[in-house]
């Protein structure tokens, strides 16, 4: 292999394999850990038929007719814990080591406001559950993190070409919609997300091509990359609509991202410190960037067997297999001073991903106790994962998930309710011994047959932990609109609690005439008053 082909290498290395890492948006399959929020969570995920507060924005726009005027803040924290083995290219079992995740917290707020009686209005800033990636820069040889620069007897670190760090990354999802109610048990909603954030990543790179560099793993020949992806933004389409036949609920939601997420890329790469290097620098430091994103579909049934009582058993399908590969197109990016070489220009790549279709089937409810004031609630949910063995590394935490969840809401006071929700999740380990995800290295052509290294295989173990709380405040006493609700005389729907009878017209006594001495004069009857108009059902209160 020459001198040159090595050389080519660095910076398509730094592209390649930062673009491959999670922190991209989109759902539970592939990139973020989980759905969102504090009462779904403690319904396992199950809250499509049965979205009836601001989180409606994420799940199904259409639930925002059942919120009424209300206003929403939670906050969720996930556990991660994780452990990985890796088998080298030479069959080597390395340190193990802990696969941590930067903890944040997960913010959302939402508010939803009647526009007239078949109009409501909802707004939204929901921040996606992701786990951001902190692994270490070197280990110990029990496994131990330490400093490969200056700590004596610190060895590499066996993930280094996978991933180190995603500090930095932050992502939030702006949301809008409209809820239309055509008929008391159609409601219709339609709504307008925007993804936006900044996406920073660490990760390390090779330039051993088996020929200047025999050993393949070689730290001497390993480059640190790293590179911003600021300020970028998809639109995120989003329809939904629910039918109300009052014991029971069906609902379906749709989301879709047409543009993916596209932006120019600020690099930035250590060189290796082999003294081949000695001299060397890029020139340039941008890269276009396009990544494709799934359609998300939902589909959910919700039984109401008496009034105190929800189960909801939903579906979610999301189409990750669009995603067979990223593009990156370098931006007048050279490599310069390359020994016997001079300057080189870096082409474009395609990345390969070859990723899955997730789906996942959920059940959960909620049961009102006390009198209604106090709230429980459990669900289950199973997810399918979107990688295969074979392109699964620790860039992208995603297996076969099943999600325990339990939950309650207590309310403070009228209109105000605490929400609460613990979630297990239990994620399936694995042992990989067939990666076919290579080490990142652009030398071309790609090394192949008993050369090739390969990244992915080792042991993966791992599970996490959900806590959310939230706060809900239902403006107008705490009774929400249930436009569901249909009159029992009439057939037509209300939003006003049940109104009092009018109380019956008074009745005027009329002058009796002078008394005859032969006769007492007859009593009038007084007029009967008018019977009462039926009057709207009062309106169910919110669970």
Known sequence: MSIRNVSVALLGLALSTLILAPATPARAGGFFFSDRGTRPAGRGFAFVAGADDPQALHYNPAGLAYSGQQLLLDVSFTW???????????????????LDTIPLPIPGIAYSHPLSDDLTLGVGLLVPNALLGDYPNGVTSDGGRCNPDTDPGCQPAPQRYSLYSLAGTALVQLDTALAWRPHPRVSIGAGLGVLVGNFNAEVGLSA???????????????ARASMSLERFWDLAPHVGVILDFEKIRLGAALRFYPRGIQGTAQLRVR??????????????????VDIPLPV?????????????????????????????QIAIRPNNVTL????????????ALNIRRDMNDTLSLRIGGELSVADGLLDLRAGLSFESSGFDNRTLTVMTIDTRKVILGIGGSLQVTDGLYLDAAYAHVFMQNRTVTDSAVQQPNGIRPPISGADAVY????????????????LRYQFGAGAPVEPGTVDAADGEGHDNPEAQPAPAAEVQPQAEPAPEPEAAPEPEAAPAPPPPRARGRQRARQR
């Open 336 to 347: 310069t001073n390359v020994t016997a070489i001079g300057d080189y220009a870096v082409g």
């Open 271 to 288: 060189l290796p410190r082999d003294p081949f290097f000695d001299g060397a620098a890029v020139d340039g430091d941008r890269a276009n």
């Open 455 to 470: 990244i992915g295989n080792g042991r993966y173990e791992w599970s996490a932990d959900m806590f959310a709380v939230g």
């Open 208 to 222: 051993c091509d088996n020929a200047i560099c025999a050993q393949r793993e070689n730290p001497d020949f390993d």
């Open 80 to 98: 991660f814990r994780g452990q990985y083995t890796r088998v080298d290219s030479g069959g080597n079992t390395l340190p193990t080591i802990n």
């Open 296 to 324: 998300v579909f939902r589909m959910g049934a919700e039984v109401r067997l008496f009034d105190r009582l929800r189960l909801e058993a939903a579906f979610v399908w999301e189409r990750w297999s669009r995603q067979q």
